[in-house]
């Protein structure tokens, strides 16, 4: 077996596309759409989850957290993802709602960061969703209060079998603090890995409800 690089030698060298202003759409959701098709398109193996993306939230006195969430939803009015509103991002979103996502697919040497603001949709919205998730998904939902400490697994087991029993002749209930958010953009990020480290990057920002469209340095 070889000797495994250590982390200050591990280096890639990026040389499989290039980003120009000219290929980029006017409209950055299109764009975004665009890299998660190709992304989709050329994923390595169905384990990639490709709409995987961190969200960053923070406290009004400057605590920053950030988890995977997945995309599950996507138009001009924004990125949508599903939580439960009394975790530790729904408790930092409600005092301060902005917010930045970042997807990187590295089969692509890509990256995509977004900022904005999120607010909760609209309860049918998150409803809808609910209802086409798998019953133990829903059931799972219920039974997790997330981000709270838990005595052991066997607690959060039991929790889900009572549920199971309760719920067996109806639908699984949608629990009132559970839902999606969607953020508004205000900036998006397109990077790609170009050889050299001068990669490119290519910003959004909106100004007067008009996409700005420049280049960034690496
Ligand atoms: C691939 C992946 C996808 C995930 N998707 C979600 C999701 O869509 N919604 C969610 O609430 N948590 C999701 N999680 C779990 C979160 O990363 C996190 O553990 C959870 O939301 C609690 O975060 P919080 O305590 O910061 O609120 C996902 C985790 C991974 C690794």
Same mark, same amino acid.
């Given at each position: 077996m070889g000797v495994s690089p250590s982390l200050a030698e591990m280096r890639r060298h990026y040389q499989q596309d290039g980003l120009h202003k000219r290929d980029c759409a006017a409209c950055p959701t299109e764009q975004l759409k665009r890299w998660l098709h190709e992304a989709q398109e050329c994923s390595p193996g169905d384990w990639f989850e490709v709409n995987a993306m961190s969200l960053a939230t923070s406290t009004p006195d400057g605590d920053v957290t950030s988890r995977v969430v997945l995309l599950k939803g996507l138009d001009t009015d924004g990125l949508r993802f599903f939580t439960n509103y009394s975790s530790e991002k729904g408790r930092q979103l409600a005092e301060?709602?902005?917010?930045?996502?970042?997807?990187?697919?590295?089969?692509?040497? /890509?990256?995509? /960061?977004?900022?904005?603001?999120?607010t909760k949709v609209a309860r049918e919205v998150s409803l809808e969703y609910f209802r086409s998730r798998p019953r133990g998904s829903q059931l799972g939902a219920v039974a997790s209060a997330q981000s709270q400490v838990v005595a052991s697994r066997e607690v959060l087991e039991a /929790?889900?079998?009572?549920?199971?029993?309760?719920?067996?002749?109806?639908?699984?209930?949608?629990? +009132?603090?559970?839902?999606?958010?969607?953020?508004?953009?205000?900036?998006?990020?397109?990077?790609?890995?170009?050889? +050299?480290?001068?990669? +490119? /990057?290519?910003?959004?920002?909106?100004? +007067?409800?008009?996409?700005?469209?420049?280049?960034?340095?690496?």
């Open positions: 301060n709602p902005r917010a930045a996502l970042n997807f990187f697919w590295p089969h692509l040497e /890509r990256q995509v /960061r977004v900022a904005g603001s999120v /929790r889900l079998h009572e549920l199971e029993a309760e719920c067996s002749a109806q639908d699984v209930p949608l629990p +009132d603090d559970w839902g999606g958010y969607c953020l508004a953009p205000a900036v998006f990020e397109f990077w790609q890995g170009r050889p +050299d480290r001068l990669h +490119d /990057r290519l910003r959004y920002t909106l100004a +007067d409800d008009v996409w700005r469209l420049e280049r960034v340095s690496p």
